[in-house]
């Protein structure tokens, strides 16, 4: 079992900047794969930015060049560092580790349903 839990999130003007943070908890040592997800109201859940089995970083079109994943502690750890937000990007926030899937690449990290774990998720709100 992982326990995942976020930390970081409200409300910042457009142009503005958040970190949300996530705290992995359990058998940590079995996480393949962790990623940042979002959901927007009446929108379907979006992968925007991953580690990948191999360590490496995939993002979505959406957040390149605006958001930072990193990580601390064997991944125990993870950060979204969030810049120019806009407010498309106004959503629930949630952090997602795999433990079942040994290889998951590219874009396959951004895939939810192949996510077995997920944080309760934590509200971004950006306004004009």
């Known amino acids: 079992q992982v326990q995942l839990m976020e930390s970081g999130g409200g409300s910042v003007q457009v142009g503005g900047s958040l970190i949300l943070s996530c705290t992995a908890s359990?058998?940590?040592?079995?996480?393949?794969?962790m990623g940042w997800f979002r959901q927007a109201p009446g929108e379907e859940r979006e992968g925007i930015v991953a580690?990948?089995?191999?360590?490496?970083?995939t993002y979505a079109d959406s957040v390149k060049g605006r958001f930072t994943i990193s990580e601390a502690n064997a991944k125990n750890t993870l950060y979204l560092q969030m810049n120019s937000l806009q407010p498309e990007d106004t959503g629930m926030y949630y952090c997602?580790?795999?433990?079942?899937?040994?290889?998951?690449?590219?874009?396959?990290?951004?895939?939810?349903?192949?996510?077995?774990?997920w944080g309760q998720g934590i509200q971004v709100t950006v306004s004009s």
């Open positions: 580690f990948d089995s191999d360590g490496t970083t």
């Open positions: 359990g058998d940590t040592h079995a996480n393949y794969c």
């Open positions: 997602a580790a795999d433990t079942l899937t040994p290889v998951m690449t590219g874009s396959q990290a951004l895939r939810g349903h192949l996510y077995n774990y």
